[in-house]
């Protein structure tokens, strides 16, 4: 066990998904450190492996919605707000990584793809201690499905916890997406 450990994520938005992964980093440590990246699109980067994760139609959410979602998740689990740390995280720009959580931790990871193989490459060449907490290849909820569901009104709210339900409607984040989607559709049309 860790004493502090790091995880990190878009969380565009929160899902059942990364909060399965927020728990299992959560066990592993005291003190846990939630990485939100892209906090700012001028600290968005361009990745190779992942394009659309930049695209502002893949990043609604502002970072202040984002740590409710994150802060909301957590306590609703259980997770007692005295172990939770919650900062911006511009993971696209990685000599920066240290001026916003703590080099000493470990950093939590999953993989999934090319991009999860990527941030395990940079954490190391970074120097920081990783551990993967598990690879997998099926992904069965993605912020993508959960941002195409809200766009569709189609039982989006079974995908993401109660705390984050309630952020995406008192924050108008699902009517917001609506519109994004509908403007695509104009600019397409």
Known sequence: MSR???IHGRFQPLHLG??????????RCDVLVVGITNPDP???AYEASDPARGTAEANPCTYYERYLMVEGSLVEAG???ERIRIVPFPHGFPARLRHYAPTEATYYLTVYDEWGDTKVDRFTDLGLRTEIMWRRTD???SGH??????AADDGW???VPAAVASVIVERAIDERIRQAVSDRAVRRG
Do not use: C, M, Q
């Open 4 to 6: 502090v450990g790091v």
């Open 18 to 27: 990364h909060l399965e992964y927020l728990l299992a980093g959560a066990d």
């Open 42 to 44: 001028e600290l968005t």
């Open 79 to 81: 997770v007692g707000r």
């Open 139 to 141: 992904k069965p909820i």
């Open 145 to 150: 499905r959960v941002r195409e569901a809200i």
């Open 157 to 159: 709210r079974s995908l």
